[in-house]
């Protein structure tokens, strides 16, 4: 099993872009789906998180800009990113319980420049 990011990139600060997440492998089951970020020199935190049954949760500092989404069928989670902050650079990073078992990407950096 494993989870890969796409749609990092460079963007100016007040742009959008849309990150996408794939599972892949034996998959049973896929419960919580997150995104997580982490900023040089910063520890990783949560930026928002969606159950199974779709119920979204975010960080404060995200809160009406970023939307995370799933696709059920196809094993994938989105974040949908609006009115991007230079605060927002990270690494991004996917996160999904499959199988009961917890499995990250490996990342996808998201630069905006002010």
């Known amino acids: 099993v494993q989870l890969v990011e796409s749609g990092g990139g460079l963007v100016q600060a007040g742009g959008s872009l849309r990150l996408s997440c794939a599972a892949s492998g034996f998959i049973f089951s896929i419960n919580a789906m997150r995104w997580y970020r982490q900023a040089p020199g910063n520890e990783r935190e949560l930026v928002a998180s969606i159950t199974s049954s779709g119920i979204t949760n975010y960080a404060d500092s995200v809160k009406g800009r970023f939307t995370i989404s799933r696709d059920t069928t196809r094993h994938m989670v989105y974040l949908q990113m609006n009115s991007l902050k230079p605060e927002d650079t990270a690494v991004y990073y996917c996160?999904?319980?499959?199988?009961?078992?917890?499995?990250w990407g490996k990342g996808t950096l998201v630069t905006v420049s002010s």
């Open positions: 996160y999904a319980a499959i199988n009961a078992i917890a499995n």
